[in-house]
């Protein structure tokens, strides 16, 4: 449904994309996970017909996206990260303009207008002017305003950042239905409980590199970290931080805990209390958990999925 190949895409000094590719199968759930500045949103923007790369193909329902853009854009929804709707105009009106813009027939587009409203739970509403809306209100009619043309493929550019728990859920509730039904969904995000729930496979982007891609089980193995300890100190200060720092590469803190990812639990935690005594410092808890999208973003990267 989607090929990617050696896409690389720079902004005078900066590469934001470094010869990034990769497939996405039809009906595939993908998401690509990163830090802030990673080349997340680059990427959607060239797949969505915004931005043009510096080198690269990208094949989209077996359209060239250079030689046949236009066709690539009737395949495809896009939901920016940024709401794209007019304040002045009701939630109606806005989603019948940019219906509009597809070859969508003036009877089919009402229809699917309102079809698209009782999903997101905002019929009762439709009339209102956007202005009045909540941010999770204006979030849930930004994505329907990318589904009036029935698209096969829908790219998500950070659909959930800064909403309520209600328009969140409702939205979690639309993605898995479309997913279910058979849509192809690309879905950028840094939260991973959001992308442990809904993917088939992740991409993992950093400094505009896939530094891995799979499925869940597939990263665990790839990173080839167990578990991850959690060592939490009466008082842990900068100075204590820096030495155990020097001594294992992928550690990170919170407030007075130390999170130390490990591929040998049984080994490693020996080591982290022997060296935490000869440093002096006062242990209050020490905690074992599972792998998960960040300890395995960690152990690939160095860094935290939200830095």
């Not at 470094?18 to 998401?31: A, C, H, P, T, V």
């Not at 060592?231 to 155990?244: A, G, M, P, Q, R």
């Not at 080994?267 to 998960?292: E, W």
Request: include cysteine.
């Amino acid at each position: 449904m989607i090929s990617v190949s050696n896409l690389s895409k720079k902004y005078d000094s900066v590469q934001a994309l470094n010869g990034i590719s990769f497939d996405i199968k039809q009906g595939e759930f993908f998401g690509l996970l990163g830090p802030n500045g990673a080349g997340k949103t680059t990427t959607i923007s060239i797949l969505s017909t915004l931005l043009e790369p510096n080198e690269g193909s990208v094949n989209i329902a077996g359209y060239d996206l250079k030689k046949n853009p236009l066709e690539c854009k009737e395949n495809i929804g896009v939901v920016p990260q940024e709401i794209a709707l007019y304040n002045e105009l009701s939630a109606y009106d806005n989603l019948i303009f940019w219906g509009s813009l597809y070859r969508v027939s003036k009877t089919d587009l009402k229809q699917s207008a309102d079809e698209t409203l009782k999903l997101f739970g905002l019929y009762e509403r439709r009339n209102d002017k956007v202005k009045t809306y909540s941010g999770g209100m204006k979030r849930r009619i930004n994505i329907a305003s990318a589904l009036l043309h029935k698209p096969k493929i829908l790219f998500m550019d950070e659909p959930t950042v800064g909403i309520d728990p209600q328009s969140r859920n409702l939205i979690f509730e639309v993605v898995e239905k479309l997913h279910h039904e058979g849509m192809t969904i690309i879905y950028t995000t840094h939260y991973m409980e959001e992308a442990e729930r809904f993917c088939d496979r992740i991409g993992i982007i950093d400094k505009g590199k896939i530094v891995a891609q799979g499925t869940l089980e597939e990263l665990k193995s790839l990173s080839k970290i167990s578990e991850t300890i959690v060592v939490s100190f009466t008082n842990l200060s900068d100075n204590e931080f820096e030495k155990i720092s020097l001594e294992w590469k992928a550690v990170t803190r919170t407030e007075n805990a130390i999170q130390f990812i490990s591929s040998d639990v049984t080994k490693d935690l020996s080591a982290i209390v022997l060296k935490c005594s000869q440093l002096g410092m006062q242990v209050s808890r020490i905690d074992i958990r599972k792998v998960n999208l960040e300890t395995i973003f960690l152990s690939l990267t160095g860094k935290q999925l939200r830095d």
